[in-house]
């Protein structure tokens, strides 16, 4: 819980740096460039995360793999290597673009179900969501096998489930009591 809340001061600053050079937008693409890149290759975030590479060769290794960033996210891997915190670029990219969708007035909607939505049910819930939310919305779509079929919607705090295996939980409560 410590490195979310260090990540949080650290997209904090970042994104003030970013909005005073009016460059937030394209600092959230290479936040979510970074985020997507170490979260699909596992050798790229075992080698951030090794504690035997020094912090030079991490630096070096993430600008010349994130040569097209822009300065204010090289900047950050400077940043990260003067205070030796590389483990946390992940989490700072995610929160950075949390911050930045916050800031937006954007909210973002978890849709889980058994299968991946197509577009034209993605149409459908973002048509949906609209109703429930006055913010500008993104989805998020989980695949979770064992809800079976249906959908969970959560919009920040707020959830619906009209997940199958929801209701056969339900129908399960009423036929033991």
Do not use: C, H
């Amino acid at each position: 819980m410590a490195g979310t809340r260090t990540a949080l001061r650290y997209a904090k600053a970042i994104l003030d740096l970013a909005n005073s050079k009016g460059e937030a937008e394209v600092v959230n693409n290479d936040m979510k460039l970074i985020a997507s890149t170490i979260k699909s290759n596992s050798e790229l975030n075992a080698f951030i995360l090794s504690p035997t590479v020094t912090v030079d060769v991490k630096e070096n290794v993430l600008l010349e793999v994130f040569a097209q960033v822009s300065n204010v996210s090289k900047g950050l891997f400077k940043l990260l290597s003067e205070n030796k915190r590389f483990e946390i670029v992940l989490n700072i990219a995610e929160e950075y673009s949390k911050l930045f969708d916050e800031n937006n007035g954007v909210e973002t909607a978890v849709v889980t179900t058994a299968f991946p939505m197509d577009a034209a049910l993605e149409t459908k819930v973002l048509a949906k969501v609209a109703t429930l939310s006055d913010k500008k919305v993104s989805i998020v779509n989980k695949i979770d096998p064992s809800i079976i079929g249906g959908f969970i919607l959560r919009i920040g705090d707020k959830q619906y489930n009209a997940s199958v295996s929801n209701g056969l939980q339900v129908l399960k409560r009423e036929l033991s009591n």
